[in-house]
């Protein structure tokens, strides 16, 4: 009679007990989706970078997150559009790059978090009220802030062309209409070359067919060196710009490292592929529940310098042995 009794309190509790258990194994953890859109592919080490920093934070892709890889055209109008579609699926956080991704984000979505990557002056850009405090729902990891990396892009520049007066600066028009905190930036720009007594003429292009047009321009003018202002739609056209550079006879900077592969002078910038790792750092934080207005942005640590020899020779011109000395990459 005791076995009998033992036997049915033993059923009792399973029952009690397991039907809750079973009813639980039946709804999985929800795994969270994350909406990373891009203004163009360049290069994929900065979704490579990205997806890396998220493994060694223990998140794998398919498994424990879900990633929605979005890639525009170069357009601020294709970045809305594909910002509008995350939003509908919808995500749990945006992670977006460059200055078109987030601004188009935050047009999209005031709730859902939004981390942006390798922006120029996120204030400056309206997306966050300061760099310590964002407010909103936007925060991230910023490549730049004002006039001194303005300055030490040109000043590199000159530096590789000793005596040069005067330099073109080739600008995106559509993409400074679009993003009217970009004027302010190529106003900075014209502010630093006063400075250092450098005769700067902007050259605006709004379509690809236009660059060849702009380059004349620049040569006529008597253009010695270019510095480019960047813009997705300069990436997305960096062979080009390196052709028509080099047929023009005229040294150049850049942002992009990818450019100078490419057989681009030079290009400095943050380090790209640290920064998009640092971005999945901002993932992790606000999947674990910290807000994006309490999580200050970051600015980076690290700055590349990266010179190709190859084009030098090509163009005449022998970089001081004090620059090659501080570059941190030298393509022969």
Request: aromatic share 6%; hydrophobic share 50%; net charge neutral.
């Amino acid at each position: 009679m005791r076995d009998n009794t033992v036997g049915l309190v033993v059923t009792l509790v399973l029952l009690l007990c397991g039907a809750p258990l079973a009813a639980h194994a039946q709804q999985p953890a929800k795994v969270p989706r994350i909406g990373y859109l891009r203004p163009i592919l360049v290069s994929p080490c900065r979704n490579n970078a990205f997806a890396e920093g998220l493994r060694d934070l223990g998140y794998v892709e398919g498994d424990n997150i879900v990633i929605e890889w979005r890639c525009g055209d170069g357009t601020p109008a294709r970045q809305r559009e594909l910002a509008l579609e995350l939003v509908q699926l919808p995500v749990d956080v945006f992670v977006a790059g460059a200055a078109d991704g987030p601004l188009a984000a935050m047009q999209a979505t005031r709730t859902i978090p939004i981390v942006f990557v390798a922006v120029v002056d996120p204030v400056a850009m309206g997306l966050v009220a300061s760099l310590a405090r964002p407010g909103g729902n936007v925060t991230g990891v910023t490549n730049q802030v004002g006039l001194e990396f303005l300055t030490k892009r040109l000043q590199l520049l000159l530096e590789a062309v000793p005596g040069v007066t005067r330099v073109a600066a080739l600008q995106h028009g559509a993409f400074v209409r679009a993003l009217p905190a970009r004027a302010r930036q190529q106003h900075a720009v014209e502010e630093v070359a006063r400075s250092l007594g450098i005769h700067l003429q902007i050259v605006e292009v709004d379509a690809a067919d236009e660059l060849e047009g702009a380059f004349t321009a620049m040569t006529r003018e008597g253009a010695e060196a270019l510095f480019v202002l960047n813009s997705p739609f300069f990436g997305a056209h960096g062979r080009r710009i390196v052709e028509l550079a080099a047929t023009h006879r005229l040294p150049c900077i850049y942002e992009d490292r990818s450019v100078v592969v490419a057989g681009g002078l030079m290009s400095y910038n943050a380090d790209e592929a640290a920064v998009y790792r640092r971005a999945a750092s901002y993932v992790d934080r606000i999947l674990k529940g910290t807000k994006p207005a309490d999580l200050p942005v970051e600015q980076p640590m690290k700055f590349e310098l990266v010179i190709n020899l190859k084009t030098a020779q090509a163009l005449g011109i022998t970089i001081p042995p004090s620059l090659l000395f501080q570059a941190d990459e030298v393509i022969k």
